[in-house]
């Protein structure tokens, strides 16, 4: 089967199963290796993109249901040189280990702060706890993205 | 864990809808939000031939709140509940259960339909759909019907509808102002599936008893249960301390879920007691 | 110019791919005419295998082969023990295929080649796989009976007890006022990675040299192991490492895998890569801290702490491992933790059963010693009306008396001496950041419907595990250095610790250290890899020995081109000069390169303290930690941002060890925990109050650099400070938590069921 979405801001037309899971088919189609695969069922959150302006699990949806949607991966809110607002927070608080979870982490925290940049800590914590990590204990997490905050007041993202 | 082989269709219309599944005798399953099927299929525990897609329905996606009632399109996310101000006040027992649902990112795509469908014993919207009467409009090849609540859910992931027939609209009851609820769920993490919940509601009649009661529990059996035994406790008292402690003592005795890797059925009798007793508190406690 | 990079929180290098999605794990590999792997695995816990028949699968949509044991005439290979290789573990090593017997679910039987990895999915369910049952082993009692055997030949389910022996320890229990004895036991868990495992192997039949990527933690001798097995020379295989997406002990050891894909890239002579996806990691990557101990504890009227004796059985599952008796060595060994016990006498033992083999987590056999011994410190001190703090303090180690020897554990013949600290400063500094004094009045108090209490517990972590390691510096084109390291990443940050180490020794500006390279086996001649929190000592110290060589050779090219004596040639970042001021640039000796080594006979010990404040509802059985503090001297610290990170990230796995994780099976082995809903991770709501402090007032004097291994620490301590503030919330009912993990289920049993 053919979709066609946007990925990142590029068109692209992608001839494949119907039950290819968009996470496969952004990683190995695509070769946007960014997002990442832990789980499979919908549960840690590692492959996190944005469908829509939303955060959503990309192994829970097909590829063929991204046809028309306007997809972006933690490339996508990459700049070539450098580090975006949030990603600096996440460098300077430490708020990575292994680096497995990080692109869900920064694609969930940046639809949140993108729709609440006045965000607390608790609401951090609630959205965040559908993203598992195993190296750093969050408590760093949690800090870089009330950091990030300042960044996205004011329409800045 | 790749999902086995199926075929996908994505129709437009409703009717188109419903002839597929006819079409595919029951080896066709609808593609909802798809949070509860995809794993399931990731599992293999499941390896239907077909996937009807339901998102070019746009007519399932609408909130309508009437005197009638407060009516969800099956295709209505989590998100949407969330973002539409005049539900908490048209219905904030409904609300108030939905916060507890899954994850942020599973709530952009779970829907109301697909939950009902799914028909998990421990979700919160099937036991909001028990303990408010909800009636579920579905259509078929042989047309529409409405079913209620009590009938639909039949037990663990188990439902009335047959396998051509898709959920169109979840119907709540009005909600009166000065009406008293409760929710309470208590989960391992939060976002998981309720160890035990219980959702209630009652009005109350001029002498400042208690009236109309409907309490519900979750997650101790295989479908959400309405406990009547706890309502008659209610209906006709002052919802004080000692009925309060009354009703936790007959929802303790009125349930007896099973023991799984997650706890003994002991301890979740118990629990459903003690949610009930505190959705009371909270709704005793709420000013009108 | 005298650098100080060590000690600074600097940020690091490899966060510059990873947040932008540019770092590089086995899975994201591709090369042309590439395979997938998918491996079949047994559904049973215990039989016999009757037949396989693997023509369905043939005949599936893009399959390519099917590899059984039939494909190994020479026999299937064993994968053999790397830690305490002893001959009694010998009959229970894993062969890498089953082929008589299957002995856990998960076990793998097969591997499918196919072109995709839905396709060889697909193909699984066409290959016919009969399994004669036996009848299964799922616990420990059950293996004693000796009744069902795994392995007919040994007569035994039990490989190997461990004796850990000081003193006389029946003598002081004969003479002891004051006894204890309790069993208590840690539930099956494991130190699970968000990247599950991957191994991807290209076979080039024109130079004969295979390429394994997917490497990890030990990678020289996982070489060595497959070298062997595969009947290929060393030097003939390159294993490469990638980024990898967490370790803790439990990747990168060898597993069944590490042989079957590179045997068939070899076998089938194309390109062949395995992803392991969840559903296989929960039952297959290695099993950890599943103990019983039935243990005593002697003491004095005043709490002075005589004896420790008793028996601890470990469930090993159904083979050992490369590494699966360390835990096992571990929680004898150092059952006395950081405390003075002068008579030790307790027996591990090691029994097999029908469940995934067993390996190390973080902190192996020392989060379960911990546990246990806490637990009965606290409940000797009640019996003896001897405040738990002051307990504590008559028994902690001093400074005066390290190094202090610890149990001598037979047949390894290990003996060890913990070396520098005073255990007790890090104890009362622990209790005063948390203001366990003003806070000790609420425990057992009922505020708000739910009990308080304050727990702690008190850990020694060893760390730096010989025997040597190595590490090489070269110089590179434009004057700037480049670091190769025989010790692995797993997360650690070591690109920016070893930048920050080399930075200082070379004495040059941190930028002109460009390249950390870690892990692959063509970067330095030997490598030992990362585990017992070694990396920055033995690599930090390999490094500082490489610095010296490197210098060396430097002044040596100096000399030879200024005509005078090597001491007198100067080197400042980017110069090489003579004392009569001639000079050339470093660029000039591009290629120069220079290995060093650290050898290390002795082990280095961390030290310090967990408390927690906990509030308990006794309805719900929940346990919210309120506050919960970690007090950890580490010797020197070469980066507080990322230690810090270590300490937290070790706090919240224990943490989940103790209240969340556990890996269950029914009576007939059958795995029940399938999926991330079943095995329950900690989420960033479960602890968001935790703190840590770290001090620097014991360096151990068994490195140049003076550092501690210190990665593991945090995990220890976190069942036993966490069940004995439980107990102290609960203690109006009197409730003594036995076991771990402490679901709401159990806390609610603990109270007694007030209201059922």
């Given at each position: 089967m ?7 801001g590029?068109?692209v037309e992608?001839a494949v ?10 990683r190995h189609?695509?070769?946007l290796?960014g ?12 492959c996190?993109v944005?469908?829509?302006?939303k955060?959503v699990?990309s192994?829970l949806?097909?590829a063929?249901?991204?046809e028309g ?6 490339e ?6 450098g ?7 996440f460098?300077k ?5 292994c ?11 940046h639809?949140l702060?993108?729709a609440e ?6 609401r951090?914590r609630?959205v965040l706890s559908?993203?598992l990590?195993?190296?750093t ?7 870089a ?8 007041k004011g329409?800045?993202s | 864990?790749?999902m086995?082989?199926f ?5 437009t219309?409703l009717?188109e809808a419903?002839a597929?599944?006819?079409a595919?005798?029951?080896?066709a399953?609808?593609l ?7 794993p ?9 031939k077909?996937?009807?897609d ?23 996310r ?7 101000a005049?539900?908490r006040?048209?219905?904030?027992l ?10 942020y ?8 339909g ?9 979700a919160?919207m099937?036991?909001?759909a028990?303990?408010?009467?909800a ?5 078929g ?6 079913i209620k609540?009590a009938?639909f859910?039949?037990g663990?992931?188990?439902t009335?509808?047959?396998?051509d027939?898709?959920i ?6 009005p909600w ?8 309470q769920?208590?989960a ?5 599936f309720?160890?035990?919940a219980a959702?209630?509601f009652?009005?109350t009649d ?8 409907h309490?519900?529990?979750?997650g101790v059996?295989?479908r ?8 008659a406790?209610?209906?006709?008292a002052?919802v ?5 402690a009354r009703?936790?003592a007959?929802t303790?005795a ?7 890797i ?5 301890y979740?009798k118990a ?8 959705a009371?508190?909270?709704a005793?406690?709420?000013?009108p | ?5 060590i000690?600074t929180p600097?940020?690091r ?16 590999l ?7 792997a998918v ?7 215990h039989g016999r295998?009757?037949s396989l028949d693997?023509?369905g699968a ?8 099917v590899?059984?044991?039939?494909d190994?005439?020479g026999?299937?290979p064993?994968?053999p023990m790397r ?5 009694e573990?010998?009959?229970y090593?894993?062969?890498?295929l089953?082929h008589?017997k ?7 039987v097969a ?8 396709l060889a999915e697909d193909?699984?369910e066409a ?7 036996l ?8 293996a ?5 055997l ?10 190997l007890v461990?004796?850990?022996c ?8 004969r003479?002891?006022?004051y ?7 840690t ?10 495992r991957g191994?991807m192997a ?6 004969g040299?295979?390429t394994?990527?997917?490497a ?9 192991i497959l070298?062997k097995q595969i ?6 295989i390159?294993?490469i490492?990638?980024d990898v ?7 990168g ?7 079957l ?6 076998h089938?002579?194309r390109p062949?890569?395995w992803t ?6 929960l039952?297959a990557m290695?099993h ?6 039935d243990?005593?504890?002697?003491c004095?009227r005043?709490?002075t ?5 008793g028996?601890i ?7 050992m491992r ?6 096992a ?16 006498m307790?027996d591990?033992q090691?029994?097999?059963t029908n469940?995934t083999p067993?390996g190390?987590?973080r902190?192996?056999g ?5 546990f246990f011994?806490e ?18 303090r ?7 008396e ?12 290990a003996?060890d ?5 005073e255990?007790g400063a890090?104890f ?11 806070k000790a009045k ?5 505020i708000?419907?739910?009990?308080h209490?304050?727990?702690i517990s008190c850990f ?6 010989g025997p040597?390691?190595?590490?090489r510096?070269?110089?590179?084109n434009d004057?700037?250095f ?5 010790t692995t990443?797993?997360g650690?940050?070591?690109?920016t610790?070893?930048?920050q180490?080399a930075a ?5 500006p941190i930028?002109?250290i460009?390249?950390?390279?870690h892990?692959?086996?063509h970067?330095?001649s030997?490598g030992?890899?990362?585990y017992h929190?070694?990396s920055?000592?033995?690599g930090?110290?390999a490094?500082l ?11 040596a ?5 200024f ?5 007198t040639?100067?080197i400042d970042g ?8 001639r ?9 120069l390169?220079?290995?060093?080594t ?11 303290t967990?408390?927690a404040?906990v509030?308990?509802?006794p ?16 010797g ?5 941002l990322?230690?810090?990170g270590q300490?937290i990230?070790?706090?919240?796995q224990?943490?989940?060890?103790a ?5 269950q ?6 795995f029940?925990t ?6 329950l991770?900690?989420?960033?709501s479960?602890?968001p109050n935790?703190?840590c402090v770290i ?5 151990s004097p068994?490195?140049p650099l003076g550092?501690k ?6 995990i ?5 400070a966490l069940?004995?503030?439980?107990a ?6 009197g409730?003594e ?5 402490l679901?709401p289920?159990k806390v609610?049993?603990?109270?007694g069921?007030?209201?059922?």
């Amino acid at each position: 089967m053919k979709a066609r979405f946007e990925v990142n801001g590029r068109e692209v037309e992608v001839a494949v199963e119907p039950r290819l899971t968009l996470a496969d088919c952004l990683r190995h189609h695509l070769r946007l290796t960014g997002t990442h695969v832990g789980c499979e069922h919908g549960v840690c959150g590692a492959c996190t993109v944005l469908v829509d302006g939303k955060a959503v699990r990309s192994c829970l949806m097909l590829a063929v249901q991204a046809e028309g949607s306007k997809v972006v991966t933690v490339e996508g809110l990459s700049k070539d040189e450098g580090l975006t607002p949030l990603q600096a927070s996440f460098r300077k608080h430490h708020a990575l280990q292994c680096g497995f979870c990080t692109p869900g982490m920064i694609t969930t925290a940046h639809a949140l702060l993108t729709a609440e940049p006045d965000c607390d800590a608790d609401r951090v914590r609630e959205v965040l706890s559908g993203n598992l990590c195993r190296c750093t204990g969050y408590v760093s997490i949690v800090e870089a993205v009330l950091d990030a905050r300042a960044a996205y007041k004011g329409g800045a993202s | 864990m790749k999902m086995p082989p199926f075929d996908y269709a994505c129709p437009t219309t409703l009717s188109e809808a419903i002839a597929l599944l006819s079409a595919h005798d029951g080896e066709a399953k609808v593609l909802a939000g798809g949070q509860s099927l995809v794993p399931i299929l990731a599992f293999r525990l499941a390896a239907p031939k077909l996937l009807v897609d339901l998102r070019k329905l746009t007519d399932l996606r609408a909130i309508k709140i009437t005197p009638d009632g407060v009516a969800f399109g099956a295709m209505v996310r989590w998100c949407d509940i969330e973002s539409d101000a005049h539900l908490r006040t048209a219905h904030p027992l409904l609300v108030a259960a939905i916060a507890h649902v899954a994850h942020y990112q599973i709530r952009n795509r779970g829907t109301v339909g697909g939950s009902i469908a799914h028909a998990d014993p421990a979700a919160e919207m099937p036991g909001i759909a028990m303990t408010c009467e909800a009636e579920i409009a579905v259509m078929g090849k042989a047309g529409p019907r409405t079913i209620k609540a009590a009938d639909f859910f039949q037990g663990a992931l188990t439902t009335a509808l047959k396998a051509d027939e898709i959920i169109v609209e979840i119907r709540l009851p009005p909600w009166p102002a000065g009406r008293r609820w409760g929710f309470q769920e208590f989960a391992r993490r939060r976002g998981d599936f309720a160890l035990a919940a219980a959702a209630l509601f009652y009005d109350t009649d001029v002498a400042g008893k208690a009236a109309n009661a409907h309490v519900g529990v979750i997650g101790v059996a295989d479908r959400p249960l309405r406990l009547p035994s706890v309502e008659a406790v209610l209906n006709g008292a002052a919802v004080d301390a000692a009925t309060i402690a009354r009703a936790e003592a007959t929802t303790t005795a009125a349930v007896n879920p099973d023991s799984d890797i997650h706890a003994s059925g002991a301890y979740r009798k118990a629990l459903a007691g003690t949610m009930v007793e505190r959705a009371l508190k909270m709704a005793a406690e709420q000013t009108p | 110019m005298k650098n100080t990079f060590i000690g600074t929180p600097m940020e690091r290098r490899e966060d510059l791919r990873f947040l932008r999605g540019r770092g590089e794990y086995v899975d994201d590999l591709a090369v042309e005419g590439l395979l997938h792997a998918v491996i079949l695995r047994s559904s049973v816990a215990h039989g016999r295998i009757a037949s396989l028949d693997i023509s369905g699968a043939l005949k599936c949509a893009g399959v390519h082969s099917v590899i059984t044991a039939k494909d190994m005439p020479g026999g299937v290979p064993i994968i053999p023990m790397r830690l305490q290789p002893l001959p009694e573990f010998k009959p229970y090593e894993q062969p890498v295929l089953a082929h008589d017997k299957v002995r856990y679910v998960g076990e793998p039987v097969a591997v499918v080649l196919a072109e995709s990895v839905a396709l060889a999915e697909d193909a699984l369910e066409a290959i016919g796989l009969d399994i004669e049952p036996l009848p299964a082993i799922p616990d420990h009692a059950t293996a004693a009976l000796n009744r069902s055997l795994l392995f007919e030949a040994t007569g035994t389910n039990c490989s190997l007890v461990f004796r850990a022996c000081k003193g006389d320890a029946d003598a002081a229990f004969r003479d002891a006022p004051y006894t204890r004895r309790e069993r208590l036991s840690t539930g099956r868990h494991y130190g699970l990675t968000m990247e599950p495992r991957g191994v991807m192997a290209q076979w080039s039949a024109e130079t004969g040299r295979l390429t394994v990527s997917g490497a990890a933690k030990v990678p020289f001798f996982n070489r060595r192991i497959l070298a062997k097995q595969i009947g290929l020379p060393e030097t003939a295989i390159e294993m490469i490492e990638n980024d990898v997406g967490g370790g803790y002990g439990a990747r990168g050891e060898f597993y069944p895998e590490d042989f079957l894909i590179p045997f068939a890239a070899r076998h089938i002579n194309r390109p062949v890569k395995w992803t392991e996806d969840r559903r296989e990691n929960l039952m297959a990557m290695n099993h950890a801290r599943e103990a019983a101990a039935d243990i005593e504890i002697a003491c004095a009227r005043d709490g002075t702490i005589l004896a420790l004796r008793g028996d601890i059985h470990n469930d090993m599952g159904a083979y050992m491992r490369t590494n699966g008796a360390v835990g096992a060595r571990n929680v004898c060994q150092f059952l006395a933790g950081p405390y003075r016990v002068p008579h030790v006498m307790v027996d591990s033992q090691l029994w097999m059963t029908n469940k995934t083999p067993v390996g190390t987590y973080r902190g192996p056999g020392r989060f379960e010693s911990n546990f246990f011994l806490e637990r009965l410190i606290d409940m000797a001190a009640a019996d003896l009306g001897v405040d738990r703090l002051e307990f504590r303090r008559r028994n902690l180690v001093t400074q005066a008396e390290q190094p202090y020897p610890i149990a001598h554990v037979q047949p390894t013949d290990a003996k060890d001496r913990y070396d520098s600290g005073e255990y007790g400063a890090a104890f009362e500094q622990c209790l005063s950041e948390i203001g366990w004094h003003e806070k000790a009045k609420l425990c057992g108090r009922l505020i708000d419907g739910r009990y308080h209490g304050l727990g702690i517990s008190c850990f020694i972590e060893g760390g730096a595990a010989g025997p040597k390691e190595t590490a090489r510096l070269e110089v590179n084109n434009d004057g700037t250095f480049s670091v190769y390291l025989g010790t692995t990443s797993v997360g650690q940050g070591v690109e920016t610790i070893f930048a920050q180490i080399a930075a200082d020794a070379l004495e040059v500006p941190i930028d002109r250290i460009r390249h950390v390279h870690h892990g692959s086996t063509h970067y330095v001649s030997e490598g030992f890899g990362a585990y017992h929190s070694r990396s920055t000592v033995m690599g930090g110290s390999a490094l500082l020995d490489a610095t010296k060589n490197l210098h060396a050779a430097i002044r040596a090219a100096g000399a030879k081109r200024f005509g005078c004596d090597a001491s007198t040639i100067a080197i400042d970042g980017e110069m090489v000069s003579s004392p009569d001021g001639r000079s050339f640039p470093l660029s000039e000796l591009a290629g120069l390169t220079a290995e060093g080594t650290f050898h290390n006979h002795h082990h280095t010990y961390s030290y310090g303290t967990h408390a927690a404040h906990v509030a308990v509802d006794p309805k719900l059985g929940h346990i919210e930690i309120i506050d919960y503090v970690v007090v950890q001297d580490v010797g020197r610290v070469i980066n507080p941002l990322t230690l810090r990170g270590q300490v937290i990230g070790a706090v919240v796995q224990g943490l989940g060890g103790a209240c969340l994780e556990h890996l269950q099976y029914d009576d007939q082995g059958q795995f029940l925990t399938g999926s991330l809903a079943d095995y329950l991770l900690p989420t960033a709501s479960d602890f968001p109050n935790l703190r840590c402090v770290i001090t620097e007032d014991y360096p151990s004097p068994n490195n140049p650099l003076g550092a501690k291994g210190a990665g593991e620490g945090g995990i220890i301590a976190a069942g036993g400070a966490l069940a004995n503030a439980v107990a102290h919330a609960l203690a109006p009912f009197g409730a003594e938590p036995r076991t771990l993990p402490l679901t709401p289920s159990k806390v609610w049993e603990l109270v007694g069921r007030k209201d059922a």
